[in-house]
C-alpha cells in the first residue's frame, strides 16, 4: 500500500504539471494576470450573434455605462483618465471576408476587423512590424499573416508596405506568424490565411459586419464583481448573450462545473459562433477537466490508503491511555538522555544533571576550604 500511494503521489504531482501548463500555455486567457499580480482585474467576453448588427456606436455606449456603473459602486474606473494608466481596457471583433490587391497578386482572405487594445489581449507572434490600435492617429493600417504576405508581396518583410482595400490602400504595419497546429486549425474553421484591420476600415469603405465578440479588463475587488457588472448593462440588442470570465478559467472550481455542464457544452442550440481563440480555450478546458478529475479520484484513492493504514495500525497495536503514557514518557526520557552527558571534574565523574542552568550560570563548591566556581556545559570534561 505503500508504494501504491508513492505512485499515486508522484501521478498527481505530474497531473498538477500539466494543469498548470494550461494555464500558462493561452495568452489570450490572461490579460488579467499580465496585467495585475494582485487577483484584483478579471477579463470577461461576452460573445453575440453577428445577425445582431452591433457596431462601434453600441460599443461607445457601452463604455458610457461601465464608467457609470463603477462609479456607482464607489469604485473608480475609466478608459480615460486623467492620470496614470487607464483601468478599463476593452477590444472587440468581427469577422468578414475582404478583398485585397497589390501589384504582385490578390485574393479573398478571412479578416477580423478589431477595435481597442485587441492585441493587448491577443498578443499574436509578430515576425516582422508592430500592431496597431484604436488610439492611433490613422486607421488605415493592415496586419498580415505570413501566408497573407508572400501571396500579396512575395515576401514577410513587408512592414510600410500599401495594400489596395476597396477605394482606399492599407498600410501594412507587420507580419505575424499564425499558428497551424491541428486544433488551431479545427478551432478557425480551417487553414485559411487570416488578416486584421482597424473596424473602422469597414465603415470608412462602406462595409457592415456585427461585432460579435467584446472583451473587457476591468477592477474586480471581490469575486464576480466585474462580470455581475457587465452583465447588469442592456446595450445590446438581444438577451441572447454568452459571458465568459476568462480570468477564472482553468482553477478547480470551473473544472467542477464543467462536470455538469457537459451535455449543454457538446449540444449548440444557439447561433453564435465563438471566435477561433475562444474554440481553443474550450478545448483545451474541456481536456483538463477529465485531467482535474481523475487528479480528483487518485486523491481520494490516497487518502483511502492512508485511512486504511490508519484503521490496520490502531486495530493492531490496539493503543490504550497507558500505552500512550508510556510512549510518551519513552520519548521523554531519550529527549533528556540525548541533552544530558556525564561531566568529568577533578578527575571524577558527576552523575548527570537533568536540566542544566544556562550557560552563564555558576554553580559553587568546597574544595580545601576555598570557594571554586566552575559552569556546567555539555560535552565538556573538566579537568583540575
Known amino acids: ?134 488610439s492611433d492617429r490613422l486607421h488605415d493600417y493592415i496586419l498580415l499573416d505570413e501566408e497573407t504576405a508572400w501571396d500579396l508581396f512575395g515576401s514577410s518583410d513587408v512592414a510600410g508596405q500599401k495594400i489596395a482595400f476597396g477605394s482606399m490602400d492599407l498600410i501594412v504595419t507587420g507580419v505575424y506568424k499564425r499558428a497551424q497546429s491541428e486544433i488551431d486549425n479545427l478551432a478557425a474553421g480551417g487553414d485559411e490565411p487570416r488578416v486584421f484591420i482597424p473596424y473602422q476600415v469597414l465603415q470608412d469603405v462602406g462595409m457592415e459586419a456585427g461585432i460579435s465578440v467584446y472583451e473587457l479588463l476591468s477592477p474586480n475587488p471581490i469575486p464576480n464583481f466585474a462580470s455581475n457588472i457587465l452583465k447588469d448593462i442592456q446595450i445590446f440588442p438581444s438577451d441572447d448573450l454568452i459571458y465568459v470570465e476568462n480570468s477564472s478559467r482553468f482553477s478547480y472550481k470551473r473544472y467542477y462545473e464543467l462536470l455538469g455542464q457537459r451535455k449543454s457544452r457538446e449540444m449548440r442550440v444557439d447561433d453564435i459562433p465563438y471566435p477561433y481563440w475562444e474554440n481553443v480555450a474550450r478545448y483545451r478546458e474541456g481536456r483538463m477537466m477529465y485531467v482535474a478529475l481523475w487528479q480528483w479520484i487518485l486523491a481520494g484513492g490516497l487518502f483511502l490508503i492512508v485511512f486504511i493504514n490508519l484503521m490496520w495500525f490502531l486495530t493492531t497495536h490496539k493503543p490504550t491511555k497507558e500505552k500512550f503514557d508510556k510512549f510518551v514518557d519513552d520519548l521523554d526520557r531519550k529527549r533528556r538522555a540525548k541533552r544530558t552527558k556525564n561531566i568529568t571534574f577533578m578527575g571524577e565523574d558527576i552523575e548527570p544533571i537533568d536540566d542544566l542552568e544556562p550557560e552563564d550560570s555558576t554553580a559553587q563548591t568546597e574544595t580545601d576550604n576555598e570557594t571554586i566556581e566552575y559552569v556546567y556545559k555539555e560535552d565538556v570534561n573538566y579537568e583540575g
Do not use: C
Open 1 to 134: 500500500m505503500a508504494g501504491t500511494g508513492l505512485i499515486a503521489l508522484i501521478v498527481i504531482g505530474i497531473l498538477g504539471l500539466v494543469l498548470n501548463s494550461a494555464k500558462t500555455g493561452l495568452q489570450d486567457q490572461l490579460l488579467a494576470k499580465r496585467w495585475s499580480d494582485k487577483n484584483d482585474f478579471a477579463q470577461n467576453s461576452v460573445f453575440l450573434s453577428p445577425t445582431q448588427k452591433v457596431g462601434s456606436e453600441e460599443i461607445r455606449a457601452l463604455r458610457h455605462e461601465l464608467e457609470s456603473k463603477y462609479l456607482e459602486k464607489n469604485t473608480v474606473a475609466s478608459f480615460e483618465p486623467e492620470e496614470g494608466p487607464a483601468n478599463l481596457v476593452d477590444a472587440y471583433a468581427a469577422f468578414v471576408p475582404v478583398n485585397l490587391s497589390t501589384d504582385h497578386g490578390a485574393g479573398t482572405y478571412d479578416a477580423v476587423a478589431v477595435g481597442g487594445d485587441f492585441f493587448l489581449f491577443h498578443p499574436v507572434r509578430l515576425i516582422t512590424g508592430n500592431y496597431f490600435s484604436e
